[in-house]
């Protein structure tokens, strides 16, 4: 039986990636106001992200709602299809909550549903990794047990640039904002039981890679013949930079680099930059 892959369009996968490994984007929705848009569909990143620099409040998003997965669920199911969905976080977002209420709605024990507990590109290297087994005839159990497995032992980080939507999501003050952005400071994150935990601060961007990369090795990280993803909020001179200091210590396998897209970029801010790999490859 053929089995389908589906995700959020909060996984910030290349176009190209997904077209190659067959897999279906639901696209989540950014608001400015009244102003509805579509992730991926009628906004590009960078008008996203220029827009949110002329708007003095942060835009709302809107998760998938259940009858959009109903719909997607049973256009697979019809053509014989199993399908595997893997969504943002939970605990980030309603839209794997509304998978759920899909599937239990359809009652077809053919649509599997995994909370990634991830988001960006993070989600992403779980989708492809599915996906590319998929590809290769693996079952859909031995697929959930695997990404279930490695979703628990991924190296994930991310570089804060700019404090600027902290502070207008009221996360931080005005005074603190100002005193950060003076000193450069760069809160480092990483994504940990499906929630957003801050690591460190640095003083600057490269500063921030440098410790991304030392504590990534600390706790285990190799990433020679890995598959290695790299993120960018519209900063693509700071993905180089990381990039380039990864090849300067590893040889990866390969590097998939990711755009972050409107729905992350909201909390993200522009010019945060990441990367995340497996323990196992």
Same mark, same amino acid.
């Given at each position: 039986m053929p089995l389908k892959v589906i995700t959020d369009s909060t996984c910030d996968l290349p176009a190209q990636l997904v077209k190659d490994l067959g897999i279906t984007v639901i696209p989540l929705k950014v608001l400015f106001g009244e102003e509805v848009y579509t992730e991926g569909v009628d906004i590009t990143n960078?008008? &996203?992200?220029?827009?949110? *620099? *002329? #708007? !003095?409040?942060?835009?709302?998003?809107?998760?998938?709602?259940? @009858? *959009? &997965?109903?719909?997607? &669920?049973? !256009? #697979?199911?019809?053509? =014989?299809?199993?399908?595997? +969905?893997?969504f943002i976080s939970s605990k980030l977002s309603g839209t794997y909550s509304s998978a759920v209420i899909a599937k239990d709605m359809l009652n077809d024990n053919r649509i599997n549903l995994i909370d990634s507990e991830f988001a960006t590109f993070g989600l992403g290297l779980l989708v492809a990794e599915a996906a590319e087994m998929a590809r290769d005839g693996k079952s859909a159990p031995e697929i959930v047990e695997r990404i279930e497995k490695v979703k628990r032992e991924m190296h994930f980080y991310g570089a804060i640039n700019t404090l600027e939507n902290l502070k207008k999501g009221g996360r931080l003050t005005t005074t603190s904002a100002i005193a950060g952005t003076f000193l450069?400071?760069?809160?480092?994150?990483?994504?940990?039981? =499906?929630?957003?935990?801050?690591? @460190?601060?640095?003083?600057?961007?490269?500063?921030? &890679?440098?410790?991304?990369?030392?504590?990534a090795i600390k706790n285990g990280a190799d990433l020679n013949s890995k598959t290695v993803y790299l993120a960018h909020a519209e900063n693509p001179e700071g993905l180089e930079d990381l990039k380039q200091m990864i090849l300067a210590r590893f040889k990866p396998q390969r590097i998939i680099?990711?755009?972050? =897209?409107?729905?992350?970029?909201? #909390?993200?801010?522009? +010019?945060?930059?990441?990367?995340c790999c497996l323990k196992d490859d």
């Open positions: 960078q008008e &996203f992200y220029s827009k949110m *620099e *002329e #708007h !003095k409040e942060l835009p709302k998003t809107a998760q998938a709602n259940p @009858s *959009e &997965f109903v719909d997607e &669920f049973n !256009k #697979h199911l019809r053509n =014989g299809d199993e399908v595997l +969905g893997i450069g400071i760069k809160p480092i994150i990483t994504i940990k039981n =499906g929630s957003v935990e801050l690591l @460190s601060k640095a003083r600057g961007l490269k500063k921030a &890679f440098t410790w991304m990369l030392e504590d680099e990711c755009e972050i =897209g409107s729905v992350v970029g909201t #909390h993200t801010g522009v +010019g945060c930059v990441g990367f």
